[in-house]
C-alpha cells in the first residue's frame, strides 16, 4: 500500500544491457595510433641503416609527410583548399639556409623562425582571400606560389636561380648531431607532428573545425567565428610546412627556388586521399606510398606518378576511407568473426 491507500504498481524488471565489446576511447585510440606509428618509424630506420641512397629517401618521405600534414588541418579537417604550401616550405627552407650564411645566429634559430613567417604569410593570404572558395582559392593560391617562387628567383638575398649553399652544421647548445641522428631526429619529428594532431582532430576544437567545414552556418549559430577558425588552421598547416622545408634543407645541405615545386604540392593534396582522410596518420602513410612509387622502384621511375593517380582513382572507388580505412575494416571484420556469439535460453 502506498502513503495515499492505493495499491502499488508491480516493480518493473529490467534488462541488463547486451553485453558487448565498448568502444576504445579517443585517448586510447591516439595512444593506439603512436605506438604503431613508433613502431613503423623503428622498423623504416633498421631497414634505411648507414645506407645514404636510403637515408635520402626517408627524409624525402619525412619532407612529403609534413607538408601533407600541415595540408590536412585546412584541407581535411577545414575543408578549405590552398596550394601555397610551396611557398610556405620555401620560407621555412630559406630561413635556415639565410641564418646559415648570413648570420651568427644559432642554426636552429633559422627552424623557430621559419614558421612564424610562413604563418604570418597565410594568415595574411588568408586575410586577403576571406571571401573565396572553391576554384577560385584554388586559383589565387597557386598564383600566390608562382610569384613567391618568381621572387626567390629574382631576389639578390635569395642567390637568384642558383640559391643557397654550403651551410653551417646544426649546432644544439653546443652538440653537433650526427647525420644518422639527424634521419632518427626526422622520423621522430613526423610522428610527433602527427601524434599531435590527431589529438588536435580529437579534441573539442577539432570537432568544431570538422563541424565547421560541414555546417559552417550552425558554427556560426553557436557563437564560434568560423574566418577566424579558417585563419588558425591556415596558420598550423603553413608553420608545419615550413618545418618541412627546414627539414629537407637542413639534410641537403642547399636550396634553390624551385626546390619545393607545385608537382610535390599537387601529390601532397593525395597523400592523405591514399592513406585515409580519417587520421593524420594516413597522410604519413600516403606519403611513404608516393615515395615509394615515384621514387625507390627503378622500374617505375617514369611512370611513378602516373600510378599514384590511377591508385587515387581506384581508392576512391573501392576504398573511399583510404588504405587505413579499409584496414580498418578488414580488423573489425576479422574482430567480428573471432568473437563468439551467445544464443539465447528458449
Not at 593506439?32 to 622498423?43: D, P, R
Not at 563541424?211 to 588558425?232: D, F, K, Q
Request: glycine share 12%; hydrophobic share 50%.
Amino acid at each position: 500500500m502506498t502513503m495515499n491507500g492505493s495499491s502499488a504498481p508491480p516493480p518493473v524488471e529490467v534488462a541488463p544491457p547486451p553485453r558487448h565489446r565498448p568502444p576504445w576511447p579517443s585517448g586510447l585510440q591516439a595512444n593506439g595510433s603512436l605506438g604503431l606509428g613508433v613502431l613503423a618509424a623503428i622498423g623504416l630506420l633498421v631497414w634505411v641503416g648507414v645506407n645514404g641512397y636510403k637515408q635520402t629517401l626517408l627524409v624525402t618521405a619525412a619532407t612529403y609527410a609534413l607538408i601533407a600534414l600541415g595540408m590536412y588541418i585546412p584541407f581535411v579537417l577545414a575543408g578549405s583548399l590552398s596550394l601555397a604550401y610551396g611557398a610556405y616550405a620555401s620560407i621555412g627552407g630559406y630561413a635556415v639556409a639565410l641564418i646559415s650564411t648570413e648570420t651568427r645566429l644559432p642554426l636552429w634559430f633559422g627552424w623557430l623562425i621559419g614558421p612564424v613567417i610562413a604563418a604570418v604569410a597565410a594568415v595574411i593570404l588568408g586575410l586577403a582571400t576571406r571571401r573565396l572558395s572553391g576554384f577560385y582559392l584554388v586559383a589565387v593560391t597557386l598564383l600566390f606560389s608562382e610569384a613567391f617562387q618568381n621572387y626567390l628567383s629574382n631576389a639578390s638575398f635569395t642567390g637568384g636561380n642558383a640559391g643557397l649553399a654550403s651551410f653551417r652544421n646544426l649546432d644544439v647548445f653546443g652538440w653537433y648531431p650526427s647525420n644518422e641522428q639527424l634521419i632518427i631526429a626526422s622520423a621522430a619529428v613526423v610522428c610527433v607532428v602527427a601524434f599531435l594532431l590527431n589529438r588536435l582532430r580529437l579534441s573539442p576544437w577539432g570537432i568544431v573545425v570538422r563541424s565547421m567545414r560541414e555546417v559552417p552556418s550552425a558554427v556560426e549559430a553557436a557563437g564560434t567565428r568560423v574566418p577566424i577558425l579558417n585563419l588558425v588552421a591556415l596558420a598550423m598547416g603553413a608553420g608545419i610546412g615550413a618545418l618541412a622545408g627546414a627539414l629537407f634543407t637542413q639534410m641537403s645541405g642547399s636550396i634553390q627556388p624551385d626546390t619545393f615545386t607545385l608537382n610535390l604540392v599537387f601529390l601532397a593534396i593525395f597523400m592523405p586521399i591514399i592513406g585515409g582522410t580519417g587520421t593524420p596518420w594516413g597522410a604519413v602513410l600516403g606519403a611513404l606510398i608516393v615515395v615509394e612509387l615515384t621514387l625507390n622502384l627503378p622500374s617505375l621511375h617514369t611512370s611513378g606518378t602516373l600510378l599514384v593517380s590511377l591508385g587515387v582513382l581506384l581508392i576512391m572507388l573501392v576504398a573511399p576511407r583510404g588504405v587505413l580505412g579499409y584496414l580498418d575494416t578488414g580488423r573489425k571484420e576479422l574482430m567480428r568473426a573471432l568473437t563468439p556469439t551467445k544464443g539465447t535460453d528458449g
